[in-house]
């Protein structure tokens, strides 16, 4: 919006041109949702708190440490969207179908996750129903799928590509569809199992959007996708100022969930930005790799996943508390241990993700 604005301007003064630089651009958008995160933050902390004070946002069932957090307020995911669409609105092409198909798909998985926190915190019960939120999260996650099919176009639309392999694509057809429901639902519930200590979710999340910003401008450029032997998808590069835009709003959260949190992401944060990654990947044709950037969330799920299968037909259990981190919380780590230790895993498995653009 304001580059498209200032650009209108650039024959009268020249260096408004750096704004049609998809890399200046990024920068902005990474510097504005930052900004704009840090001055809404303390207002919207100390409106939450006052909202939330007869409410918990920490469940009963966690590690005893976590009974200091009571009162601590949450859906602070509503300062990521906020900030990171604010951002996007001012430097994104907004003539760019795949900006508006990713904004459509934060809000309203971002939607589900305030639906479901408030039932929480409000309402004081147990959130949505584990079917009702699945059935939700799948509806918009077809509808991203359908969509992103129509602007991509031609016989790669519904084709998967494969890390390492330069020239072989799986050809889906319309099972494309439920392929894409599965990573989209799948990433935003994985982030939203590993939203569980101080910082622990969203320096992960903040990797992985690094990754795919670097991806999104190389499969959106011509030549360097020639050049690296992967998918060009024309028009992907302006996720790469979207990505910017979610890492700055990303940042301005962590200043402020950084331990001891003043505020918590909340249902509305993890499933806005895990749902973003996801849709994200399936644009770029990169979904194989988000498993590998996102490898701490995969990890994450599936000891909740090996918990519930060990415990319902073998009677017992593989890990002291599932998901992995409250595992290593009762044998006695502390909590900023651990974050630390699986911001490491997330930063080496990104590293070895963006490997894949070259090793072909």
Not at 46 to 71: F, N, S, Y
Not at 108 to 116: C, P, T
Not at 204 to 217: D, E, K, R
Request: aromatic share 12%.
């Amino acid at each position: 919006m304001l580059a498209s604005f200032l650009l209108e301007f650039s024959e009268y003064f020249q260096p408004l041109n750096v704004l049609r630089y998809i890399t200046f651009r990024s920068g902005l958008a990474l510097m504005t949702a930052m900004v704009i995160g840090f001055l809404i933050a303390p207002w919207l902390i100390r409106k939450l708190g006052h909202w939330q004070r007869d409410g918990t946002t920490v469940r009963e069932d966690l590690p005893e440490a976590h009974l200091a957090k009571i009162g601590t307020p949450s859906m602070g995911g509503i300062l990521i969207v906020l900030s990171a669409l604010g951002s996007i609105l001012l430097w994104s092409d907004l003539g760019n179908r795949y900006v508006w198909a990713v904004m459509l798909l934060i809000v309203l998985f971002g939607g589900i996750g305030f639906w479901d926190d408030v039932l929480k915190i409000r309402h004081k019960s147990k959130g949505l129903s584990g079917r009702l939120r699945l059935a939700l999260e799948g509806i918009v996650a077809a509808g991203f799928s359908c969509a992103v099919i129509y602007i991509h176009g031609g016989e790669t639309a519904t084709a998967l590509s494969f890390p390492f392999f330069k020239d072989f694509m799986l050809q889906l057809s319309w099972f494309m569809v439920p392929f894409v429901i599965l990573v989209i639902v799948g990433s935003a519930n994985a982030v939203n199992l590993t939203d569980g200590l101080d910082g622990l979710a969203i320096m992960p999340v903040i990797i992985a959007l690094g990754c795919l910003g670097i991806i999104s401008y190389a499969v959106g450029h011509a030549v360097f996708s020639e050049y690296l032997q992967v998918t060009s998808v024309p028009g992907s590069g302006e996720l790469s100022v979207v990505c910017s835009a979610l890492i700055g709003a990303g940042v301005g959260f962590l200043w402020f969930n950084a331990p001891p949190a003043r505020i918590f992401m909340g249902d509305t944060g993890s499933l806005a930005m895990g749902g973003a990654l996801g849709g994200i990947s399936v644009i770029t044709k990169h979904e194989i790799v988000l498993f590998v950037i996102g490898g701490l969330f995969v990890i994450e799920t599936l000891s909740v996943v090996v918990q519930v299968i060990s415990y319902r037909y073998f009677g017992r259990r593989v890990f002291a508390m599932a998901p992995l981190h409250h595992h290593f919380e009762k044998k006695g780590w502390s909590e900023s241990t651990i974050v630390i230790r699986f911001w490491i895993i997330a930063a080496i498995l990104g590293l070895i993700g963006l490997s894949t653009l070259k090793l072909r």
